[in-house]
């Protein structure tokens, strides 16, 4: 699969599963490796700005195009274009794409030339895309560009054998974005996690073991360390075992507000610029990046 970096992928599974980790994974270890990885969210796109956004335009072209914009294929040659939640995507949008994909020629609007385009193309989706194709709200065709080859990734609650692994790699990850020893993650921590269905699975892991690093203070990852949202509200509690009441820990939820302001001054004072921002806070711009896309920075 990754040698043959033509095939267009299909990856399928819940929300959170790590389906953009494993595209990243397929153009990493293929011959497109030294070119661009470009991601787009499909169902952010607004149905009048998906031409352009798709295939770029050029300078007056329409009310506003006050320059020539390359679009998200074009950023992407070469290289691998992710489509991620494709099946969000409304079905007048979806027509768009059908040349594209099929013949990889783009036409920027108000552009008097085509332009050829050598792209993999790997896209994502939490829906069954086969049941919309059903229901008339997918194209089948698309659905045949977009399918070459189908992956499909389980919940984490169905694969705890990983929990502890993908647990201990980013609890590494975040140690090393704060400048801290790495603490242990305790058996009985690592218990909690597998008993736990993690509905968010890597995503919500992910933000369970920040949580627990920065609370924890350097000791060793506890269960009651480990912050988990109610089923039946939205709110977040420690596991059913382990609790120290006389001890309460601060909720996750006052730490990633903190932190939110803590992102929101050091963006102020460095007018923007995401590597001084990150070299203030101690971060890599990965991590910095991943912060602003989890709390919704624009």
Not at 97 to 125: N, Y
Not at 172 to 184: I, K
Not at 188 to 213: C, D, Q, W
Not at 246 to 256: F, Q, S
Request: proline letters at 6%; glycine letters at 8%.
């Amino acid at each position: 699969l990754r040698e043959n970096d033509t095939t267009s992928v299909l990856i399928t599974g819940e929300t959170g599963v790590g389906k953009e980790v494993v595209a990243q994974a397929i153009h990493a270890g293929g011959p497109r490796a030294s070119k661009p990885f470009v991601a787009l969210n499909c169902g952010a796109i607004p149905f009048d700005l998906a031409e352009s956004i798709f295939f770029g335009h050029v300078r007056g072209a329409f009310t506003g195009a006050i320059s020539d914009e390359t679009g998200y294929f074009e950023r992407a040659n070469g290289g691998t274009l992710f489509l991620d939640e494709v099946g969000d995507m409304p079905i007048e949008t979806q027509v768009k794409l059908l040349r594209a994909l099929g013949e990889r020629i783009i036409t920027p609007i108000g552009g008097k030339e085509s332009k050829k385009v050598d792209i993999r193309v790997i896209a994502a989706t939490n829906v069954g895309l086969s049941t919309k194709v059903d229901a008339k709200l997918f194209r089948s065709d698309l659905y045949y560009r977009l399918s070459g080859m189908i992956i499909w990734i389980p919940p984490l609650r169905d694969r705890t054998e990983d929990i502890f692994s993908i647990a201990e790699y980013y609890l590494n990850e975040f140690a090393a974005a704060m400048r801290v020893p790495a603490p242990e993650l305790t058996p009985e921590a690592v218990e909690a996690l597998e008993r736990y269905t993690l509905p968010g699975n890597v995503r919500e892991l992910m933000n369970i073991i920040e949580s627990a690093l920065i609370v924890s203070e350097g000791a060793a990852i506890q269960p009651k360390h480990l912050r988990f949202r109610s089923p039946d509200a939205d709110v977040l509690t420690p596991p059913a075992t382990g609790i120290d009441e006389a001890n309460p820990l601060p909720p996750a939820a006052e730490v990633m507000i903190a932190e939110q302001e803590q992102i929101r001054r050091a963006l102020a004072e460095n007018r923007g610029n995401i590597t001084k921002t990150a070299r203030q806070l101690g971060w890599s711009r990965y991590a910095l990046y991943r912060r602003l896309k989890k709390y919704g920075f624009r």
